[in-house]
């Protein structure tokens, strides 16, 4: 065809293009934390993320000491069961929280104004205390109250005191985000960055810097009025800050209906509303978060263990469902998080790098792959080498890609 008639044909799909590329941008090019953890406002302090710690390597001693206890506990396959044992020891004392948010939201309830304005107070000078000490997890910040109008000004205010005092720190941090909590609207959205856009600038935060989660257990969220889901129209809304959609398992099921006892990450109810987040934002570099499950591995030993199973399968089930993070809720959840997440990228390691080895070097691994496929092959790899499963060293034998060549592969933008 002629020059000047595909020139046409590009003037004509411009304005399309160019939609395309603002609302998909694709991957961020940033690290996906496995969890988020939630402590309620008045319980954060200085010691918090140790103390949990403690209290979950307590855990590991006592309900899964030795890898052939744990893996028995667990039904670990016998040649992961060590190095798995071995890589979520290691893990909990090294970086035993990869997400925090202090939670003035559920996890607090409704307070008198003065203590909440004290606790809000108390938790950012807590959290600016580790992060000068450079002690704070990579991901951290708050949950607020939502902008329904009953808690609307106290969420603002909320937010507000927290921002103003960790600015005054100078411990705003670019792991640090927001969750909003109980969106019912589009109209939220866009007030919210209003309301990010003053703080910032009451408080000489760079502009655009703070970011936010939706957080997803209305059925508002889900399907609007009108017939759609609003979700896309919230990330557009969201004015570039808007960084990932968290499920909340409990009162998006109540909301339902569903009775207390069949409430859980793995309701058919649960599984369409997740099935939604995931196509809202896929191509938006917007994270999806799944929700947790109230089943805490207290008590006695058959307890514990019953709790870790359960926990166990469902992280194993979210991740096969292609969801990444999912929350905390107890210091002896995080055994079984770091179990289930870390056996997932070992046992999937072997026949991802052959593939990407032989789609590198244009081999023969059994498999057809595309470009679409080398890049999820390179995704999962990236994911397990971030939180800790896997080691660059063995990733240079198996694959010999370097962590650059597999960012390439993934169509992950590279950052310094």
Not at 3 to 31: C, E
Request: aromatic share 6%.
């Amino acid at each position: 065809m002629e020059d000047a008639f595909l020139t046409q044909l590009d003037q004509q799909l411009a304005p399309a293009d160019a939609v395309l590329a603002s609302l998909y941008p694709g991957d961020r090019g940033v690290r996906q934390p496995i969890h988020t953890v939630y402590v309620p406002g008045d319980r954060f302090d200085a010691d918090t993320t140790a103390d949990w710690a403690a209290e979950a390597q307590a855990a590991l001693d006592k309900h899964g000491e030795s890898a052939t206890e744990l893996a028995a506990t667990l039904d670990l396959p016998a040649d992961h069961a060590a190095e798995v044992h071995d890589r979520v020891r290691a893990k909990l004392e090294r970086e035993p929280i990869e997400d925090l948010r202090i939670d003035f939201e559920d996890g607090y309830g409704t307070r008198p104004d003065e203590q909440e304005d004290a606790d809000a107070l108390n938790a950012a000078r807590a959290l600016a205390k580790l992060v000068h000490a450079r002690t704070a997890p990579p991901y951290h910040g708050l949950r607020i109250k939502s902008l329904e109008a009953p808690s609307r000004r106290r969420g603002i205010r909320t937010l507000d005191l927290f921002v103003g005092e960790l600015a005054r720190a100078e411990a705003v941090t670019d792991g640090f985000v927001i969750t909003l909590a109980k969106v019912t609207s589009v109209e939220q959205i866009e007030a919210m960055v209003v309301v990010l856009d003053a703080i910032e600038w009451e408080h000489k935060v760079a502009q655009g810097s703070l970011k936010f989660e939706i957080q997803v257990e209305t059925p508002q969220a889900i399907l609007g009025a009108d017939g759609t889901t609003p979700l896309p129209k919230m990330i557009s809304a969201g004015a570039g800050r808007v960084t990932g959609l968290h499920y909340g398992t409990y009162d998006y099921s109540a909301s339902l209906g569903i009775a207390a006892a069949y409430q859980s990450m793995e309701h058919p109810v649960a599984d369409h509303a997740k099935n939604v987040m995931q196509l809202a934002a896929a191509g938006t570099g917007v994270f999806v978060c799944d929700g947790s499950t109230n089943v805490l591995p207290i008590g006695d030993q058959e307890q514990v263990h019953a709790a870790w199973q359960l926990h166990k399968r469902l992280v194993l089930r979210s991740l096969v469902r292609g969801i990444y993070q999912g929350w905390d809720m107890h210091p002896a959840q995080l055994p079984s998080r770091y179990v289930a997440t870390y056996l997932f990228y070992r046992e999937g390691l072997a026949t991802a790098a052959a593939r990407l080895r032989a789609y590198v070097e244009g081999g023969d691994s059994g498999y057809l792959d595309e470009p679409a496929t080398a890049a999820a092959l390179a995704g999962f790899v990236l994911r397990g080498l971030e939180c800790g499963a896997l080691d660059t060293t063995e990733l240079d034998q198996l694959i010999g890609v370097d962590t650059a060549g597999l960012a390439k592969l993934a169509r992950r933008p590279l950052r310094a």
